[in-house]
């Protein structure tokens, strides 16, 4: 035998009882048995993956503005023990921190008092705007409400239109419903408004507004398309013997 058939690694000669050792012996059985052990243990030693690690908060991330962060997209009131939870803080630590957060948004030691406060309801802590700004709110809230009507409600805008002034019981006749409901939002919608009450009955009587004139995009009611041609009969409430001519107001 030539020095060039001498395997290379004399380690795993020896573990496997040298050049004779017969294949499948007692020996190679037990180093294989080894072999797989060391690399079981070997597997057992690796530390798993944190699927949290990246996402937790760096450590200089003070406790006040973690909840500061969480508190601002939360749409329900939290608990301290929830809140606890996600900044991986004891639960004391969270209501020290909350109690600095009140006192910051207060406008306590100087700083500036904000449009919101932190406040504990039920057990749990959320943002609300303050009492003295509802009104603000309120405002930009119905501003910012789609402008889309029902069915119902452009029904009874239309009655509002072309038979004003009128009660709400002569719509809800014109009508065949009960439209109270829909009259209250067309009034908070500003597109009707209270012109009169009878004197004889307490009834209110409604207009159309300006508003919506110029949601409409015209000058004044004259400008309004006639009714009757859109009737079957010219009937239905519309009738042209009540002193309004052609259907129009």
Known sequence: ?????????AA??????????????????ADAAAIEHELRAGADAAPEPDPDEGRRA????????????????????????????AVGAPVPVVRQALERLVADFDG???????????????????FYVRE????VVEQFVEAERPARLSQAALETLAVVA????????????????????????????GL??????????????????????????INSLDELPLISPLLEDGTGGFEQDEGIPDGRV
Not at 15 to 28: F, L, N, V
């Open 1 to 9: 035998m030539t020095d060039d058939a001498v395997p290379h690694d």
């Open 12 to 29: 795993a000669v020896a573990r496997h009882g040298g050049a004779g050792a017969e294949p499948g012996g007692a020996d190679e059985v």
């Open 58 to 85: 760096p450590v200089d991330v003070p406790v006040d503005r973690q909840l500061e962060a969480i508190l601002m997209i939360a749409d329900e009131p939290q608990s301290p023990v929830a809140l606890a939870a």
């Open 108 to 126: 306590v030691d100087g700083t500036v008092r904000r449009g919101f406060e932190l406040r504990e309801v039920g057990g749990g802590w959320r």
């Open 132 to 135: 003295e700004l509802d009104a």
């Open 162 to 189: 072309y038979k004003q002034p009128i009660t709400r019981s002569q719509i809800a006749s014109i009508r065949a419903v009960n439209v109270d409901g829909v009259v209250r939002t067309l009034v908070a919608r």
């Open 192 to 217: 009707i408004e209270e012109s009169f009450t009878d004197a004889e009955t307490g009834a209110i009587n409604y207009i159309t507004s300006g508003l919506l004139l110029q949601q409409l995009g």
